[in-house]
């Protein structure tokens, strides 16, 4: 298993991330309070919804209270007893700047294919945008924690508005909403122990990657991956906002001070675009260490395999350059040799098309835990 994570280190510093100034509650809104609410329309309705609504309700950042956004979608018809069961959709990589953000730009994939499946199979859909994206603050990308808990308060404030919402729910995540998906499923029985999740469900998820992104140096290449310099610009950005004290700009080089300006500005295709000539290396005057600065990273991306309560589905593409399938050998083992109730599915697409390839394994085991 060491031999395993040298391994699975060196090659994370390829990958690092393939993953604030928050807007602090006036007056402690619980997590979960609905601020705002508004008629979903146009390009962002959902073929057979009989709702599209999207929801501004109070989160929980890395420091304390930030607001997040939800839609939620409704299948037609009456709800069945005890309400419409809910999958809680966690998103892939958008961005962090605010026009990024899930619920206000249409994204085809999902709204023509996947969430008609889910509203067609009887499951209420409710997709959170994560704390600081398109709400005050910076998004801190890949901090799984606090993803985790803007899914949570999601379901929470969904349920407030919308009473044919049951208490049975699941969780559902694609890349950086797989690694979302794992931190939901560890928090949520006690972190929500008034809603009844029964499973969680992550395809291309990114793991371990604390092993490899605390030895990343001026020494790193430019490497064979896909938008891994958008990825390691965003992280980076965001756990600059949440945590100033760790002065990340002190391991920047000019390069790496462009590479994060852009990446607070543009989405990840218009991102991926202007910096994937760049490697890692080129970002970075230092190594990228010290005791916060580690001990930081770990509470943001270790993704807890200890004392899964609730069954998981995780699916992985064989040829994704994003999420590499050998990265996520060690998290299945150590999934299983932790006793998680497990289920996984290996697939010939890269990150996206696995996705579209894992998704009736997915829908089977959704209506497994959720019947």
């Known amino acids: 298993m060491a031999r395993v994570r040298r391994v699975v280190g060196a090659a994370l510093v390829a990958m690092t991330v393939a993953s604030a100034g928050a807007a602090m509650a006036q007056g402690g809104d619980a997590p979960g309070v609905v601020t705002e609410t508004t008629q979903l329309s146009g390009a962002l309705r959902v073929r057979g919804a009989a709702l599209a609504q999207r929801i501004t309700y109070w989160s929980r950042g890395p420091r304390g209270p930030m607001q997040s956004t939800a839609a939620i979608y409704l299948p037609p018809g009456p709800p069945p007893p005890g309400g419409w069961p809910v999958v809680a959709y966690a998103h892939g990589s958008v961005g ?38 398109g709400t005050p603050g910076t998004h801190p990308y890949l901090d799984g924690p606090s993803q985790a808990r803007s899914v949570i308060d999601g379901v929470r404030a969904a349920r407030a508005v919308t009473p044919a919402l049951g208490a049975r729910w699941a969780v559902f995540g694609q890349s950086q909403g797989g690694q979302t998906a794992l931190f939901t499923a560890a928090l949520a029985p006690t972190d929500a122990p008034e809603l009844a999740l029964r499973g969680a469900v992550a395809t291309g998820a990114p793991s371990n990657l604390e092993y490899g992104l605390t030895a990343a140096g001026p020494w790193v290449p430019r490497l064979p991956l896909r938008k891994t310099t958008t990825y390691f610009g965003l992280f980076l950005a965001g756990l600059r906002a949440t945590a100033p004290e760790l002065d990340i700009d002190s ?24 910096v994937r000539d760049i490697a890692i290396g080129q970002m970075l005057s230092r190594q990228l260490a010290g005791p916060a600065l580690e001990s930081a990273v770990r509470s943001m991306l270790r993704i807890p395999t200890e004392g899964q309560s609730v069954p998981l589905f995780l699916g992985q593409g064989l040829t994704d350059l994003e ?6 050998v060690e998290l299945i083992a150590d999934l299983r040799s932790s006793g998680a109730d497990l289920q996984v599915g290996v697939y010939p697409g890269d990150h996206l098309s696995a996705a579209a390839e894992a998704l009736p394994d997915a829908l089977a085991f959704l209506h497994r835990v959720l019947a």
């Open 96 to 133: 962090i700047a605010d026009q990024c953000a899930f619920t206000l730009r249409p994204r085809e994939f999902y709204l023509a294919t996947v969430y008609p499946v889910l509203l067609a199979a009887g499951f209420a859909v409710v997709i959170s945008d994560y704390v600081g994206l």
């Open 251 to 274: 391991y920047l080089t000019p390069i790496g001070e462009q590479v994060l300006r852009i990446v607070e500005s543009e989405c990840v295709d218009d991102a991926d675009a202007l």
């Open 323 to 328: 999420v590499p399938a050998p990265l996520s």
